[in-house]
């Protein structure tokens, strides 16, 4: 059974910078497309970014890819997403996530087969 752990949520100010973590066990992580989303209070979930299952490739939405980086280590394995320069607007319940499809085709949730149990970023201004 394959379970992801998240870690490394909470409250920070406005550009500050934040960690996120997600633990993996039970499955092949090394093979795994990693994939992060956000989802705020009344909205559809995000997509956030992505990375493939070597950690070498990323893709991200324009509007983020100048401050949040994907990254996963193989060796741990385990995903990350660094934050920076955290907005105001960043603050939700994100959620990471293993899927099998080449990462620049998992833009969406439908492409992920598991799922972490979220973690709440909130940033004040």
């Known amino acids: 059974q394959v379970q992801l752990v998240q870690s490394g949520g909470g409250s920070v100010q406005a550009g500050e910078s934040l960690r996120l973590s997600c633990a993996v066990s039970?499955?092949?992580?090394?093979?795994?497309?990693m994939g992060w989303f956000r989802q705020a209070p009344g909205k559809e979930r995000e997509f956030v970014g992505t990375i493939d299952w070597t950690g070498t490739s990323t893709y991200y939405p324009d509007s983020l890819k100048h401050r949040f980086t994907a990254s996963k280590d193989n060796t741990k394995n385990t995903a990350y997403l660094q934050m920076n320069s955290l907005k105001p607007e960043d603050t939700a319940l994100y959620y990471c996530?293993?899927?099998?499809?080449?990462?620049?085709?998992?833009?969406?949730?439908?492409?992920?087969?598991?799922w972490g149990q979220g973690t709440q970023v909130t940033v004040s201004s």
């Open positions: 039970g499955g092949a992580f090394s093979r795994y497309t």
């Open positions: 996530a293993a899927g099998l499809k080449h990462y620049m085709d998992s833009k969406i949730p439908e492409m992920y087969n598991y």
